[in-house]
């Protein structure tokens, strides 16, 4: 009965450990995509899908793409030196596991160089890409490939994207491409051609030009309106790059070229830059066009379900959103009637004051302010909201031009902040500031080894899981 009870426990035994080292050896991710929403916390998550629910007609949520996976939880932000991270903090926290001083990239507090999982992923012999909807040599996209002890620095960082030797970057251009400290250096478009790269815009021809490359970048024209940036949702026009575009061309060339896996890391940047002016409206616009980039990865895992990870996920929260202002309730669908974000109301502002001269008039701006947010129409103003608006036009428009506020990332003309303050009043949202916040950011994960990140509880061990799930 004794040598019985011994061979069953060793029987046991064996299956616990050798079955359970057989099935770990076997969840190996080959393809892993890292979606990072700037700025996107909870609120911004849970806003968007209410605010889709309005426009139905009922009061709930509608789901988006990444907030049906069976992997959800949260984690915490702080940097290694300060409550409330930075963009590049963060960002390092999240591509290399390891809290470091708000401002740098990829280096530790005593500005030692750190590895990130994409440098992970290539040593592995994936293939790899970069992208984003703002700027190539902006923070976040940054530190998966650039060592620098300032994120202004974008110069710098531009030319650790070409020593880097990465397949694929794509964004809305680079920043900086000229050396502000030496005029006689290389130009950051020049020095990524030197390294052995096709820069293909995306008005040209993808598949003819991308067919022999061996590393691409892929962006606007260099002459766009605004190389650090695509156009917000509610600014875009047909034929615009868009971040669901920027995805699936990495998508196409990242697995077409070998068998071997790839990591792919998509940055949403203009949600960040939304919440910073405070934009209610267009930045639930770009919760959903993230929305719409992850289902490109989510096409791909559906073709191949045992071979792929995608983990979603935010660098911190922006402006302190509230979903509510007082009354017990909300009245989210008020944000439809707003046709432009606040930087392209801005730019429309400036563009009616160039056409009308001495003679512009608050009638004039009434008129293009019911026809951007339906003052006058849809959206019924009070008599002190109008005075706001009045007030504003006032403080703005002078005769040595327009005055401009600055946001974080952009410029706005204070009748356009204005109307949108209205819009996100008579929504019942409220924002707390314009900078970033301490809050928790969500994680959502499918596929292989996504059951690790439900047990996670900062942002720095979100590395550590992808690390040992792809096993690089």
């Known amino acids: 009965m004794k040598h019985t009870r011994f061979i069953l426990l060793g029987v046991v035994w064996f299956i616990v450990v050798f079955g359970c080292a057989g099935k770990t050896g076997q969840t190996k991710a080959k393809y892993v995509f890292y979606f990072i929403g700037d700025g996107m916390g909870v609120n911004q998550v849970i806003g968007t899908e209410m605010y889709l629910a309005e426009l139905e007609g009922r009061v709930g949520t509608k789901v988006l793409s990444f907030t049906t996976f069976p992997v959800r939880n949260y984690v915490t932000t702080y940097s290694g030196t300060n409550s409330v991270t ?41 293939r790899v890409g970069v992208t984003t909807s703002v700027a190539i040599n902006h923070a976040t996209p940054a530190v998966f490939y650039a060592c620098q002890p300032d994120r202004k620095m974008y110069y710098e960082i531009g030319t650790d994207a ?98 071997d896996g790839f990591f792919l890391m998509v940055e949403g940047g203009i949600i960040d830059w939304l919440c910073h002016a405070n934009d209610g409206a267009a930045a639930f616009h770009e919760v959903v066009d993230f929305s ?78 019911n026809k951007e947010c339906g003052f006058g129409g849809a959206v019924e103003l009070s008599p002190d909201e109008e005075q706001l608006l009045k007030t504003a036009c006032m403080s703005s428009f002078t005769p040595e031009g327009m005055r401009l506020l600055r946001s974080e990332h952009a410029l706005v003309n204070p009748v356009a902040q204005t109307a949108v303050e209205i819009l996100n009043r008579k929504a019942m949202i409220q924002w707390s500031s314009g900078g970033h916040s301490a809050g928790a950011v969500p994680v959502y994960a499918i596929g292989v080894g996504a059951e690790q990140f439900g047990s996670i509880s900062d942002n720095t061990e979100i590395y550590g899981v992808i690390k040992r799930v792809a096993g690089y």
């Not at 809290?99 to 280096?107: A, C, E, L, S, V």
């Not at 020593?163 to 020049?190: M, R, T």
């Not at 600014?235 to 790059?241: A, E, I, K, N, W």
Request: hydrophobic share 35%; glycine share 10%; aromatic share 6%.
């Open 292 to 369: 719409e980039a992850i289902g490109k990865a989510l096409d791909f895992y559906k073709a191949y379900p045992d071979e792929t990870l995608i983990v979603v996920t935010a660098d911190h929260e922006t402006g302190g959103l509230a979903l509510g202002n007082g009354p017990y309730e909300l009245n989210l669908k008020v944000l439809a009637n707003q046709k432009s974000s606040i930087i392209g109301l801005t730019r429309k502002l400036k563009q009616l004051q160039e056409n009308k001269g001495n003679t512009l008039t608050y009638r004039d701006l009434r008129e293009l302010l």
């Open 162 to 259: 070409a020593k880097a030797g990465f397949d694929f970057y794509g964004g809305a251009g680079l920043k900086q491409v000229f050396s502000p400290c030496d005029s006689s250096a290389v130009d950051l478009y020049s020095l990524l051609r030197d390294s052995g790269y096709v820069i293909i815009d995306h008005t040209r021809d993808f598949q003819a030009l991308s067919g022999g490359a061996k590393k691409v970048v892929y962006v606007q024209p260099e002459d766009c309106a605004n190389p650090s940036s695509l156009p917000a949702v509610l600014d875009r026009t047909s034929g615009d790059l868009t971040l669901s575009d920027i995805t699936e061309k990495a998508i196409q060339f990242l697995s077409g070229r070998n068998d």
């Open 86 to 126: 930075c963009s590049a903090a963060a960002g390092t926290a999240l591509a290399t596991g390891v809290k470091t001083q708000n401002g740098h990239i990829g280096m530790d507090r005593e500005r030692n160089p750190l590895s990130s999982i994409a440098w992970k992923a290539k040593q592995a012999g994936k």
